[in-house]
């Protein structure tokens, strides 16, 4: 019997402990840096899925995103085209699925095509499109503090993947 070859073995996918890590926020400008700080760290086929209530935050911090890649164009909520593109250092797709009730509406304009391939894929209400996010998709949710605290944000970076964990632990670790 010959030795199983590389392609014969499963991805290892499955990082070996998966950690959750969360930063608060004080101001949209905050937030946005957050994104600044993530964009360096991303390659092609990285995917992003926010998740958060409405007004939490989701667009503020693609934004940063946005600009920290070197997007020219201002950053709009895409909730009615379902996507914009943004040209920088790596494309970024942005994509709202607010308004589906599923997948099927961002399968019908070929989103597939942009989620986990050449770009960096960012989806706000992700949990709409489950189906859509592939394995090392990281996840980055948004929560309000308290009444007290109008512009406090939670921000917690999590996902089980190796890919996931490698970004958390690359963000921890950042100066
Ligand atoms: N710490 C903070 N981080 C981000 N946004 C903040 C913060 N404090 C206040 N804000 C305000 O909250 C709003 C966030 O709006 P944003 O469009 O980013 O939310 P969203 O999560 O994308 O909402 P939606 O679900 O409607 O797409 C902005 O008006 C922003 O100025
Ligand atoms: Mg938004």
């Not at 019997?1 to 890590?21: F, G, N």
């Not at 667009?59 to 040209?87: C, D, N, Q, W």
């Not at 929560?143 to 890919?163: D, H, I, N, V, W």
Request: net charge negative; with cysteine.
């Amino acid at each position: 019997m010959s030795e199983p070859t590389p392609q014969d073995q499963p991805q290892l996918e499955l990082a070996p402990s998966a950690r959750s890590w969360s930063v608060l926020t004080s101001s949209p400008q905050e937030t946005e840096a957050w994104g600044g700080r993530l964009a360096p760290l991303l390659e092609a086929g990285d995917v992003l899925a926010f998740r958060g209530d409405l007004g939490a935050g989701k667009t503020t911090l693609v934004r940063g995103l946005a600009r920290a890649l070197g997007a020219k164009e201002s950053v709009s909520s895409p909730t009615f085209v379902l996507m914009h593109i943004y040209e920088g250092r790596l494309p970024l797709y942005h994509f709202d699925a607010y308004r589906l009730h599923d997948s099927s509406d961002l399968y019908n304009i070929g989103a597939e095509e942009y989620i986990g391939t050449e770009g960096i894929a960012c989806l706000e209400w992700s949990e709409r499109v489950e189906s859509l996010l592939p394995p090392q998709t990281l996840y980055l949710e948004l929560s309000y503090l308290s009444p007290q605290e109008p512009q406090g944000r939670r921000l917690t970076f999590s996902g089980p993947s190796a890919r996931a964990q490698a970004l958390i632990e690359e963000l921890r670790h950042d100066p």
